[in-house]
């Protein structure tokens, strides 16, 4: 994860963004300080941070850094030159943390896991506002695993992990109408439960949640109805207002992003 | 039917791409063969599928090529332009590629750069270092111009078809004498307006019957209200402007009567040898001796003019090209930013004018004689329209619903 320190709204990247509509800076560092805490002391996950950096605002949505598999760090190329302005910091993270840092080539774009999230030994992957769909062979070669591409059709969605979720190996949360038939198919076709939100939790992010085991830490504000259905197959949720960041079109899942175990790493301290 | 062979590598089986492609291909009017499809074994293993996509015009397969590009398809032979140096001066390698008059690009270092000047019937040289392409005459070769050879990565984008009707779609390009001319002539002139309006340039090119049938005064008011930004024309229709300008007569005969002049059959080679006394036309206006006309209107309104010689001219005038070359490089010159041609009356400039201009500029050709209406419309410019008619009754209703 990454503080806070320097977030703003500081351009329009997605239809969420709006420089009218600017972050109440306390009130974000407060939320993102709410969630940091629900993840170390309540669900005790072990978090590493790094540095904010000025003139970088949405450095905080850590999901977009890249994608890391085993001791690998699959840097992110980013399709706008504002986030662009990342790469080089997240670059030196990576690396100073032990991991080995890769690139895809450069006329791929890919946005880490904000556009690529596990279903079982699959890799689910969402194309076309950030990430291109060529990226998903160069990916399947890295990871040695299946790479299923999958269209993104709704311009508010514009990551994988705004309206799609993987809960475990078999159940997804997702919203079905940011995708095409074909979109539906594969993913239908893929996951034997799928919990389809309405629109109106769609858009308070209800899909971008981070699952820990059984515990789900999502948006607050969610439905009721979506909270019985989580609740119906065995899943604890655990709701954190994170207003001040749904104003640059990110929520929960954006805030972070999964580090597998591996134990040859060195050792890296939550500060 | 234009076709591209693409291919499409990955997962594309289990995450319905291919299928996917496949019917985007078809949503979009195009058709597609399959020439390869190589699946993986494994889970984790890529497929591969190749196929011929093909549309009804490069400009809905381009189309097709954005949307199935977005879906990681790409076209299998990234070709650039074949390019081979002319080994003489004037002289186009054998396999050279010969141009239309249609908007042209050729790929260059994996890049479409548009072809400048396009112009029918002449061949492409490719800056190597600056990457540009340009339209270039046989006459114009150097010895050592890199020039595109074959048909490779070369594009040529149709001319789309309006949705508005507009005064060319309207007639077409059929010529006939028994089109309604009045309301034609007025959506023209509403066409005229429109350019002067939008800055965009008009050409005349008119041949010495505007003279010879008193429609000399209409082409001068034209002039003077900014409706013309160039005019070709040959030794003919200067000569005999000014002829009517110092004797009021054109070919000797008085133009307000319709009267012979006595000795007027010497009028235009005296009106030749005045001009060629000072040194030239613009010369004559300076020093006052020419006082009105059209050829007077052009240098006082700065309009350019080329007069183009033929074998035929008397004198000539000093101000008329007797290269034929040169004359054609003339042209050229002030073909650039022309927006619409105005033919009147003139074979021989229509035609050379029809050759260098590029499909996309509006011809107007107005003549007596359907022969050459119908000539200039088979030359290919598709957004041209003939009008039957002497020079006279065509330039006297334009005038008028131009309000001039």
């Known amino acids: ?271 | 039917m234009v076709s591209e062979l693409i291919q499409v590598r990955g997962h594309i089986i289990d995450s319905l791409i291919l299928p996917k492609i496949l019917d985007e291909i078809m949503d979009l009017n195009g058709t597609f063969e399959i020439i390869e499809l190589a699946v993986g074994k494994r889970k984790t293993d890529p497929s591969t599928a190749r196929l011929r996509l093909a549309a009804p015009s490069q400009r809905q397969l381009d189309v097709i090529l954005a949307r199935l590009a977005r879906l990681g398809a790409s076209p299998v032979h990234h070709v650039d332009a074949r390019l081979m140096r002319a080994t003489k001066s004037g002289v186009f390698p054998r396999a050279f590629y010969s141009t239309t008059n249609l908007p042209t690009e050729v790929r260059h270092r994996g890049v479409w750069r548009r072809v400048q000047q396009i112009e029918m019937d002449c061949g492409i040289v490719v800056s190597r270092t600056a990457g540009q392409a340009r339209c270039t005459p046989m006459t114009n070769i150097r010895k050592g111009n890199w020039v595109v050879c074959g048909h490779a990565g070369i594009r040529v984008t149709p001319l789309e078809r309006a949705r508005v009707p507009q005064v060319f779609q309207f007639m077409g390009s059929a010529v006939s004498s028994e089109k309604p001319k009045t309301q034609l002539i007025h959506r023209l002139a509403q066409e005229m307006r429109v350019m002067r309006r939008t800055s965009r340039k008009i050409l005349v090119v008119a041949g010495p019957a505007v003279i010879h049938t008193g429609s000399g005064p209409y082409l001068e008011r034209l002039i003077k209200a900014g409706y013309v930004q160039a005019l070709f024309a040959g030794n003919g229709l200067a000569t005999h402007d000014i002829e009517s300008a110092l004797y009021g007569t054109s070919l000797g005969v008085y133009l307000d009567r319709g009267t012979p002049a006595q000795d007027g059959h010497d009028h235009h080679m005296r009106a030749i040898n005045t001009i060629r006394s000072v040194g030239g036309i613009r010369q004559a206006v300076r020093r006052g001796l020419l006082t009105k006309g059209v050829m007077h209107a052009c240098v006082k309104h700065r309009v350019p003019f080329v007069l183009a010689g033929s074998v035929r001219d008397d004198g000539p005038l000093p101000d008329t090209i007797t290269d034929t070359l040169k004359a054609q490089e003339a042209m050229r010159k002030q073909l650039r930013g022309i927006g619409m041609a105005l033919m009147i009356a003139s074979t021989l400039h229509a035609i050379a004018t029809g050759n260098m201009l590029s499909a996309t500029v509006k011809t107007i050709c107005v003549d007596i004689n359907a022969a050459v209406v119908t000539k200039l419309a088979d030359r290919g410019t598709f957004q041209g329209i003939g009008i039957v008619s002497d020079s006279e009754s065509f330039l006297r209703e334009l005038v008028r619903a131009l309000h001039v």
């Open chain 1, 1 to 271: 994860m990454c503080r806070p320190a320097f977030y703003t709204i500081a351009y329009e990247i997605n239809p969420w963004m709006h420089l009218a509509r600017q972050a109440n800076h306390p009130r974000a560092l407060q939320q993102w300080n709410q969630l940091y805490q629900t993840l170390t002391k309540t669900l005790r996950v072990r978090v590493s941070l790094m540095p904010p950096q000025p003139r970088v605002p949405d450095l905080v949505f850590t999901a977009n850094a890249g994608l890391v598999v085993g001791r690998a760090f699959i840097c992110s190329n980013f399709r706008h030159p504002q986030r662009r302005r990342e790469e080089p910091i997240l670059e030196r993270q990576f690396r100073g943390m032990g991991y080995r840092v890769v690139r895809l080539p450069r006329r791929f774009n890919f946005e880490g896991e904000g556009d690529a999230l596990w279903v079982g030994q699959t890799l689910v992957f969402g194309f076309r506002f950030r990430s291109d769909a060529q990226a998903h062979v160069q990916l399947s070669r890295l990871l040695k695993a299946r790479v299923l591409p999958v269209e993104l059709t709704d311009r508010r969605f514009y990551h994988l992990d705004t309206c799609f979720c993987p809960l475990d190996g078999q159940t997804v949360l997702w919203f079905p109408k940011a995708f095409d038939r074909y979109g539906r198919k594969v993913i239908e076709g893929l996951a034997i439960n799928c919990v389809a939100v309405s629109e109106r939790d769609a858009v308070r992010f209800a899909c971008n949640a981070i699952v820990i085991g059984r515990a789900i830490v999502l948006q607050a504000g969610v439905s009721s109805a979506l909270r019985r259905a989580l609740a119906r197959r065995g899943f604890r949720v655990y709701p954190v207002d994170l207003g001040e960041f749904l104003k640059a079109g990110g929520s929960a899942k954006c805030l972070v992003l999964r580090l597998p175990e591996d134990s040859t790493l060195k050792k890296s301290h939550a500060r």
